[in-house]
């Protein structure tokens, strides 16, 4: 596996490179390329912040499971610590780049690797094939030596993560059995050392490892991609201004460097900042007024404070939702038990923009399946459901992420865990909670965001005229 010390020992970044390729004649500025390398500059700035947690390397011993025949743990010494699966809080959220050939994936990853800041002090570049190869080599020589019963995934990811904080892979893809079945455990076990995965591939996550044996034991390493990575898509899609759509989905968390640029890039395309700058707007409703502090175009942009922690109500939004056909709301919290008002607010106005068809684009300091409930609330739910005989038995190595995700797809299974909580007044706020989260699903899914936006590939201008008729409909309707 190739390792190198960085060379970078300026603060020298994609966008210094970028412009200076531009300037050279070497290439063509580009808004959507340029687009790109923003998100490459985001993560590089968090990087140079960033000082990744020392390597916690396991013993052999402690990998071994424990004796199971009452003579055996008469023999054996008391049980060695559990390790930490905990991913640091700290650890900057890495890049899934995705598209055709073609659509300059080494390009960006060559800017990337050369670029990397000086504090970054060891770095490997690998192309996937090749690493999985020196993965079940590694576990086939441990298991050798050790026995097979060993966890020797813990052990080949903590040396792994001893050669290089960040690991960059070329054309990442999943096409046998023995990948699928310990890819997520790897890649987070890699994760929890606190080593920063940036990959290429040709697929979106969700298209990985299509039609595979066992598929549905790696649906939870795709999870764990789109969670812990920014999916970005380098094919460049164009509106009928020939305006390109932002790379990345229209949901972003944490609350990191790059959820600034996300916001921006999204209002910049779903508002009209050439014809329409940027501005304040005020709207009333019953003789209130209700601020919008950044419009432009049909776009709205508020903060979760400026728009949920005002006392707003269903008149406010409805009011909004005929002015404007895109929200940007940035800085979302996670809402558990004590923040019940504002979450109940905040789902009144998901579900008006999802009753009239608007785009959402959300910055979140949680992921989505956190949002209404932390993990300590899930786990507790979820022990109750399982008890109850509601939910069914964990499979092997699911946790509790593993069934918040599952409950963004699942209406049935999110009113199942929700019966099991007491956080909840009645089957009736279980529901709405439920439905919200079903919705911001739909909403986040490729299919709604373009619907209406004249998307060259879906029939450009008049696609969005066709759209704006019905939404006109629905406003009539509304009145």
Known sequence: MATVASVNHTSRGPLDEYDERVHSHLLRNDDHQRGLVQSLQ????????????????????????????????????????KLSTQIPSNLPKGLYMYGDVGSG???????????????????TRIHFHNFMQDIHHRLHVIKTQHGDDLDAILYVAADIAEKGSVLCFDEFQCTDVADAMILRRLLEALMTHGVVLVTTSNRHPDDLYKNGIQRQSFIPCINLLKTRLRVLNLDSHTDYRKIPRPPSGVYHHPLDKAALSHAGKWFSFLGDPE????????????????????????AAWFTFNELIGRATGAADYLELMRTYHAFIVTDVPGMSYRERDLARRFITFIDAVYESRAKLVLTTAVPLYQLFMSPDEVATALEGGRAAGRVQPPREHEDVDDVMRQMMDDLGLNMQMLKSS???????????????LSRLSEMGSREWVERGLGMEHRGGKGEKEGWEKVRSRWREDSM
């Open 42 to 81: 985001d993560l590089h700035d968090m990087l140079a912040e960033y000082t990744p947690p020392k390597i916690v390397h396991p013993s052999i011993s402690s990998l071994k499971p424990r004796s199971k025949s009452w003579i055996g743990s008469l023999f054996q010494s008391r049980p060695p610590a």
């Open 105 to 123: 994936k080494t390009m960006l990853m060559d800017m990337f690797y050369d670029t990397l800041p000086p504090n970054i002090t060891s770095k």
């Open 422 to 436: 007491s956080i909840f007044s009645g089957d009736e706020e279980r529901f709405a909670f439920s439905r919200a």
């Open 275 to 298: 014809n329409d700058p940027p501005h304040r707007a005020v709207h009333t409703v019953w003789g209130r007024e209700v601020e919008v502090p950044k419009a432009s175009g049909q």
